[in-house]
């Protein structure tokens, strides 16, 4: 019989994974990996506008609990969106429909094996565009189910807060900061699947900002690495954009005031010189909001585990430094990854932000979120839904919810 249980909440569509602990999942093998033992997981990410796949190895904890990428194959839609500006969501979901038997395939014979030689298949169930959620995870669904391997639903934005381990041996507990074009949240990550929710946008995420403004001046799709190349040609010293929250003491963001006064400023721009100091000026804007808003979040994360550390219960190892990690698309961005790493010293912790080819969106960080699952026995049922919102800090985001729940659930 299977253990475990059903998370349960008010409707279908926010309903959690579903994940279940035990020797028999509902797909895949009746014995669980044992203790000490590597894990191989195919990884699927098909929740925007690209298709990936990846092989990713992890060894124990034990061991090293060092993350192998094997391979990573993304197929990128960005010619099949820049005529409309951004993200078609009918158009993203038919490309992934095309796509996707053919980039697991290319992954699976980069790494060199058959499906025999994996443990598990991982694939993002949300949040993310459901059509193209959908795809990834029906199709993770039939391999798991035709090769008799566990399938394990992984939450996207949960790829992301691992990503980081992608690059070097990262141990838990920290303290991350995810931005990106959908998401902006600021989290405490003490393992996998035990996240809680320091601070959120209350609007816009600064990736959405980024695109919107890049749009605004003409720079096409995708928005926010145009932008930041313009921006290098610039000096917004003189531009006066606004400062949002100032004086609040959570450390929440928002972006929409910034987005607004900075598509005002658009409009009377005349020159190219024009658009580059605008550029230059939303982008350290943008940097400065996420380091101000971080900066709260750092001193509350030290203050409390320092607390802990003289009760004597802390997690983290004597000897070993907080540990400040930023993930998602915009830590892509030189000029903000520069002004976090400074904010990070500032307050003693270290800094660590992903690969630049994992900040993006990818399926090696969905395989390592599944092979990490795995390892703990957490599978996912053969029935599970595909969520166009899925708050990685559930129990917050429905009691507290940065933004209005609506028909898809919770946002943040």
């Excluded at 092989?55 to 993304?74: K, M, N």
């Excluded at 038997?101 to 459901?130: F, K, N, Q, S």
């Excluded at 698309?329 to 003693?348: D, E």
């Amino acid at each position: 019989m299977r253990t475990g249980r059903r998370v349960a909440t008010s409707t279908r569509m926010e309903m959690s994974a579903d994940y279940s602990s035990g020797p028999a999942a509902a797909t895949g093998r009746d014995v669980p990996p044992g203790p000490g033992q590597a894990l191989t997981v195919l990884g699927l990410e098909t929740s925007c506008d690209e298709t990936a796949a990846s092989v990713v190895r992890l060894t124990p904890s034990e061991l090293g609990g060092r993350a192998e990428v094997l391979s990573s194959v993304v197929h990128s839609q960005i010619d099949d969106h820049a005529a409309y500006g951004g993200v078609v969501p009918e158009i993203a979901a038919r490309s992934h429909v095309e796509m996707i038997a053919e980039v697991a395939r290319r992954a699976m014979a980069e790494a060199g094996m058959g499906y025999d030689g994996l443990d598990g298949i991982a694939a993002t169930a949300g949040p993310g565009l459901v059509g193209g959620v959908m795809v990834g995870l029906s199709f993770g669904k039939a391999a798991a189910l035709a090769r008799g391997l566990p399938l394990v639903a992984v939450n996207h934005l949960e790829g992301h807060a691992v990503s980081a381990r992608l690059g070097a041996e990262v141990a838990y507990p920290f303290l991350l900061l995810l931005v990106s074009g959908g998401h902006c949240q600021l989290l405490e990550v003490r393992g996998i699947g035990d996240m809680s929710r320091i601070g959120a946008t209350i609007d816009d995420a600064a990736g959405e900002a980024f695109d919107k403004i890049a749009k605004a001046l003409g720079l096409g799709y995708p928005g926010g690495p145009a932008l930041e190349r313009l921006a290098m040609q610039g000096d917004g010293s003189g531009i006066d954009l606004p400062r949002a929250l100032l004086g609040r003491k959570d450390c929440d963001f928002s972006f929409s005031g910034l987005k607004t006064a900075a598509f005002r400023i658009a409009q009377t721009c005349e020159t190219e010189q024009d658009k580059a100091n605008l550029a230059d000026a939303v982008q350290n804007a943008i940097a400065r909001q996420l380091s101000d808003r971080s900066e709260r979040a750092l001193a509350a994360y030290a203050e409390t585990h320092d607390a802990l550390m003289q009760a004597g219960s802390a997690s983290r190892p004597v000897g070993r430094k907080r540990l400040f990690v930023v993930a998602g698309g915009v830590a892509a961005n030189k000029t903000i990854r520069a002004t976090l790493q400074a904010t990070a010293a500032k307050h003693g912790f270290d800094f660590l932000a992903p690969p630049m080819a994992y900040c993006t969106d990818n399926a090696a960080m969905i395989a390592l979120a599944g092979a990490e699952r795995l390892a703990l026995g957490l599978t996912s049922d053969i029935d599970v839904v595909a969520r166009p919102r899925w708050p990685l800090d559930e129990a917050r985001a429905l009691s507290d919810p940065s933004h209005r729940p609506g028909r898809k659930g919770a946002k943040a």
